[in-house]
C-alpha cells in the first residue's frame, strides 16, 4: 500500500508564500501522473497542478503565474511552491498519484488516481 503524506500547510497573509510537500512510500521516478487538489469548506474539490512522468506541468487557470508543482524523484516527494497567496487560495489540500500507465495526466481527471494523501490546510488572511 503506498502512502502520500502532505505536510508544509499554514496560515499567512495575502500575498505570502506557502511550499507544500508530499512524501510518497513508493519511488516516483516512475510515477505515470500526480498532481495537487484543493477543496475549500463547502465547495468542491478542484484539481490545481498536476506533473508526469516527463515533468510535463499544468494548471488550473486559476493558480497559473503563482504556483508551480515539481518533483524531487531522489527524495520521492512531491512539492506544491505558491506565491502570492489569496485568501481565495484557502482550502485543504491533497495530493494524488499513479503509477499505472494513465491516457491523459491532468489535474481535471480525479479518477485517474489511485492513491492520496490525508491532506493540509492552507489559510490564507486578507
Known amino acids: 500500500q503506498v502512502r502520500l503524506v502532505e505536510s508544509g500547510g499554514g496560515s499567512v497573509q495575502a500575498v505570502g508564500s506557502l511550499r507544500l510537500s508530499c512524501a510518497a512510500s513508493?519511488?516516483?521516478?516512475?510515477?505515470?501522473?500526480m498532481a495537487w487538489f484543493r477543496q475549500a469548506p463547502g465547495k468542491e474539490r478542484e484539481g490545481v497542478a498536476s506533473?508526469?512522468?516527463?515533468?510535463?506541468?499544468t494548471y488550473a487557470d486559476s493558480v497559473k503565474g503563482r504556483f508551480t508543482i515539481s518533483l524531487d524523484n531522489a527524495k520521492n516527494t512531491l512539492y506544491l511552491q505558491m506565491n502570492p497567496l489569496k485568501p481565495e487560495d484557502t482550502a485543504r489540500y491533497y495530493c494524488?498519484?499513479?503509477?499505472?500507465?494513465?491516457?491523459?495526466?491532468?489535474?481535471?481527471?480525479?479518477?485517474?488516481?489511485?492513491?492520496w494523501g490525508q491532506g493540509t490546510q492552507v489559510t490564507v488572511s486578507s
Open positions: 494524488a498519484a499513479v503509477w499505472d500507465r494513465v491516457a491523459t495526466c491532468s489535474y481535471r481527471y480525479a479518477f485517474t488516481y489511485g492513491y
Open positions: 513508493r519511488y516516483t521516478g516512475n510515477v505515470a501522473c
Open positions: 506533473i508526469d512522468i516527463f515533468e510535463d506541468t
